[in-house]
């Protein structure tokens, strides 16, 4: 295979948030740690549906970076010998998606997909305030900061490497 030009902290950084702030928010959120639960209380200031909706947002855009780096990855060598004419079909296919979804543009690709998730999270929630009467700000602003947050906190983390492959390329030019 290809290196895919994902650094491996990415991968770890976004596997540990994924996997790990979705398991703590199902775990919070069916009540099966009472010790995770007074944290999480303590931490939402008394709502610990706050912490989860958090948590949760973090770790849906964190899984869809995965997805997205898994799938680069996987896809950069043709598997097996095609005829011709379908190769070619599928060269200049995969040209085209993974310019698109080049590792340079994941950070926009989660600001993408997180966007996405806040317009879920945004029409859930006004569906909530019809059946119930009143629009949960705090949740859905907790939606918005923590996939917000994990963008923000994925762009910091693989900025520098962007910016000294950007150097290396320069100085190889000069």
């Known amino acids: 295979m290809g290196r895919s030009g994902f650094p491996t902290k990415l991968f770890v950084f976004a596997g540990i948030v994924g996997i790990g702030a979705g398991a703590l928010a199902l775990v919070s959120r069916f009540r099966m740690n009472a ?15 706050l912490v989860e909706h958090w948590l949760g947002a973090m770790s849906a855009v964190a899984l869809f970076v995965i997805f997205v780096a898994v799938v680069s990855k996987l896809s950069k060598k043709v598997p097996f010998k095609k ?6 079909w599928f060269i200049k296919l995969r040209k085209r998606i993974l310019t698109i979804v080049r590792s340079v543009y994941i950070a926009q690709w989660a600001v993408a997909f997180a966007m996405i998730y806040i317009g879920g999270s945004l029409s859930w929630e006004l569906q909530q305030m019809g059946q119930r009467g009143g629009f949960q700000a705090d949740q859905f602003s907790m939606d918005v900061i923590g996939s917000l947050g994990f963008c923000s906190l994925l762009w910091l983390l693989i900025n520098s490497e962007y910016r000294q492959a950007r150097l290396k390329r320069r100085s190889y030019l000069s």
């Open 35 to 49: 010790q995770l639960n007074d944290v999480f209380k303590l931490f939402g200031l008394g709502q610990q549906s």
């Open 83 to 88: 005829t011709w004419l379908r190769q070619q």
